[in-house]
């Protein structure tokens, strides 16, 4: 149980396109989600906080308005990086808390390069 | 914020000694303290975790152990096997969920 989906798994784009990254909780209702980024040979840094149905809370430092969380049901949250440049090439990673799950399961994660 | 400071940031062991993984937190506040194994490419594995109401936790051959007081936590893997080579992330977190990393060790495992 509490199985975590995450996709794409890796994803190739143009520098001033946006993309977008869904996370999804399989077998359990996600009230809350976090979105991590992670930089080569880096530690797992906190971009923001989802709960369902409300505005996420983004880390200080982290644009709101470029990187777009939207958590519209309990089982997906998505994270649209937007007008996307190279230094945003990351790894991307999800986790997942809700009634079914213990809190803890992260995403297979998404490894994002803009060329 | 919480900020958690871990060291060192590589580690080489022989096969079969112990590695010792060391971890500090500013957040008083902060009650639950997993530990996760990540390997290159994939998603952090949590290996084992430790609340605040307790001091020492094992499993097999991982344990960790939690000084409240002085805000550090450590993680500690007897009798190491290359497959324990890997990068380790401490975390703290307030309510359980919301973590914040330590910044890794690369550890390796020497056969």
């Known amino acids: 149980g509490a199985v975590v989906s995450q996709h794409p798994s890796r994803v190739i784009c143009k520098s001033g396109t946006s993309v977008k990254i869904e996370c999804r909780s399989l077998d359990f209702q996600a009230t809350t989600m976090f979105w991590y980024r992670q930089f080569p040979k880096q530690s797992l840094m906190l971009m923001a906080t989802?709960?369902?149905?409300?505005?996420?809370?983004?880390e200080q430092g982290v644009e709101k308005d470029k990187f777009l969380i939207n958590h519209a049901s309990l089982t997906l949250s998505t994270l649209t990086v937007t007008s996307a440049h190279p230094e945003d090439s990351s790894f991307y990673i999800c986790?997942?808390?809700?009634?079914?799950?213990?809190?803890?399961?992260f995403g297979s994660g998404t490894r994002l390069t803009v060329v | 914020g919480e900020n958690v400071e871990q060291h060192p940031s590589t580690l080489s062991v022989q096969e079969g000694d112990s590695a010792v993984i060391k971890c500090t937190y500013s957040d008083s506040a902060s009650n639950y303290f997993p530990w996760y194994k990540q390997e290159l490419g994939k998603r952090p594995q949590l290996i084992i975790d430790?609340?605040?109401?307790?001091g020492e936790k094992k499993d097999q051959r991982i344990a960790v152990t939690l000084n409240k007081t002085a805000k550090h936590f450590s993680l500690h893997i007897t009798e190491t096997q290359p497959e324990d080579s890997a990068v380790y992330f401490c975390a703290a977190s307030r309510f359980g969920n919301q973590f914040y990393f330590g910044t890794g060790t690369s550890l390796t495992v020497i056969p």
């Open positions: 989802s709960n369902e149905g409300s505005k996420a809370t983004y």
């Open positions: 430790i609340r605040s109401n307790v």
């Open positions: 986790s997942a808390d809700g009634t079914g799950g213990n809190g803890y399961t």
